[in-house]
């Protein structure tokens, strides 16, 4: 399970912008982490285009955004077409990664149980280790609240 304070479990998965995309490439940066659970639906679509307005601010403070769903490269890659989207969606199919970050599991939908990818929201420092966790992310005013702790982080 992610702990704040403790080392971030390392991935190395497919990426739309190709190639595969390592926590090891992005060392010395900050990484904003985010896990959706399906390509074109409205939260998630509302949350990859709050994250893609708010890119300026996130790249000035050295930080990038990664977006995690078990959709394919094929998914990743129309979505991110269509919204214009400016950062790497990465596909986990197997959902390994979902599980090591926690952002796997029981979710309770109109009284229905069901297991499922859980939004969620990493805050990696530039020396690999979890800053923040956002466990059950509420899609209105999250980015912002992403923003005000990558500021706090910057500042300590």
Do not use: Q
């Not at 991110?80 to 390994?96: E, I, N, Q, V, W």
């Not at 069901?114 to 530039?126: H, K, N």
């Amino acid at each position: 399970m992610i702990k704040e304070g403790r080392k971030a479990p390392a991935f190395n998965l497919p990426s739309s912008s190709g190639g595969k995309l390592a926590l090891k490439d992005l060392a010395g940066k900050y990484v904003i982490v985010y896990f959706y659970p399906r390509d074109n639906t409205p939260g998630c679509t509302t949350e990859a285009n709050d994250f893609n307005k708010a890119l300026r601010k996130i790249k000035a403070s050295d930080a990038v955004v990664i977006g995690v769903s078990k959709d394919s490269i094929e998914s990743h890659c129309k979505f991110a077409d269509k919204y214009k989207l400016k950062f790497p969606l990465l596909s986990d199919p197997d959902g390994k990664m979902l599980e090591k970050y926690g952002a796997w599991g029981e979710k309770n939908m109109y009284g229905k149980k069901s297991m499922g990818i859980i939004r969620s929201t990493v805050l990696i420092g530039p020396d690999g280790k979890v800053l923040k966790h956002f466990p059950k992310v509420k899609v209105k005013g999250h980015v912002d609240a992403v923003i005000e702790a990558l500021n706090e982080a910057r500042s300590n």
